[in-house]
């Protein structure tokens, strides 16, 4: 019988606390440092949107939303310009109670703040776009003054992705 010898030397060795916040998304989005076998090309350009409908648990930060921090800060730790990052989050079903202000917010969760508000303006300031799935607002009775500021609101979830991807942007499944 053969034996089998795995080695694992090349493997990253990072623990918990080797993931850190920054440099575009400073309080969210941790990443680690990774040694790639081939960097990034510096011409690399990202147009990527993502998509939830879980919302986050009541008064805390939606990890779907920490995903697209993440996204940023891992991209420029690996050299990636920031002005060469395109994001979009597309938000249906639940979740999109986590894309309104504190008044609408706290009246469905016993007075709770939005804990997603500083992350997605930190978000929108770099760029990133947040659309809410109409159909899902009229269904959760959820109207434009009841929104954070700057999110847009599109027909549909799968309007929004569609227009999305006519424009060039690809959709991470993660």
Do not use: W
Not at 73 to 90: E, S
Not at 121 to 127: I, T, V
Not at 147 to 166: G, R
């Amino acid at each position: 019988m053969g034996c089998l010898a795995i080695s694992v030397s090349s493997l990253a060795h990072a623990g918990e606390k080797d993931f850190k916040t920054g440099p575009v998304i400073l309080k969210y989005g941790k990443a680690a440092m990774v040694e790639l076998d081939e960097p990034l090309p510096k011409r690399s350009r990202f147009k990527v949107s993502f998509d939830t409908a879980e919302a986050g648990q009541t008064g805390e930060v939606n990890r779907k939303f920490d995903s697209l921090a993440r996204f940023l800060n891992m991209h420029a730790q690996a050299g990636t310009l920031p002005n060469r990052i395109d994001l979009a989050m597309v938000v249906h079903g639940p979740a999109a109670t986590d894309l309104t202000n504190n008044d609408y917010y706290g009246a469905k969760y016993d007075g709770a703040e939005n804990a997603n508000a500083p992350l997605i303006r930190a978000l929108m300031e770099n760029g990133t776009e947040f659309y809410i799935c109409g159909q899902t607002a009229a269904y959760r009775d959820i109207n434009q003054e009841d929104l954070l500021p700057e999110v847009k609101m599109s027909l549909s979830a799968m309007t929004a992705h569609a227009q999305l991807q006519q424009d060039g942007y690809t959709l991470n499944p993660f």
